[in-house]
Nanobody, 126 residues
Framework: QVRLMESGGGAVQAGGSLRLSCAAS????????MAWYRQAPGKEREGVAA???????VYTDSVTGRFTISEDNAKNTLYLQMNSLKPEDTATYYC????????????????????WGQGTQVTVSS
């Protein structure tokens, strides 16, 4: 059974940094994609960044240059380093797992995520 558990959220001032972690267990696939999504109150969930198991990654435009997605395969942990945070980054952040690759040639090509964590709250004050 797949289990994803996020941590690392918190409250920071604009311009600050946070690093989110997503510990994964029970991964049934050797080839997959993992991603960070976020959902702000009253808004739809949006994809923030995704990474294939081969390391290829993609970002939504609003976080490009500020956020970095990475994974430690030995620890089965996904990370999101968030720098230069803005108040509009305030949201609950979720990690998701897909059985198919979702990044090709720098483009986010698939949004079929079958497993999700419980989320971690990020609040950025101005």
């Amino acid at each position: 059974q797949v289990r994803l558990m996020e941590s690392g959220g918190g409250a920071v001032q604009a311009g600050g940094s946070l690093r989110l972690s997503c510990a994964a267990s029970g991964l049934p696939y050797s080839t997959y994609c993992m991603a960070w999504y976020r959902q702000a109150p009253g808004k739809e969930r949006e994809g923030v960044a995704a990474i294939n198991s081969d390391g290829s990654a993609v970002y939504t435009d609003s976080v490009t240059g500020r956020f970095t997605i990475s994974e430690d395969n030995a620890k089965n942990t996904l990370y999101l380093q968030m720098n230069s945070l803005k108040p509009e980054d305030t949201a609950t952040y979720y990690c998701g797992l897909s059985a198919v690759a979702c990044v090709e040639d720098g483009i986010w090509t698939s949004y079929e995520f079958s497993d999700w964590g419980q989320g971690t709250q990020v609040t950025v004050s101005s």
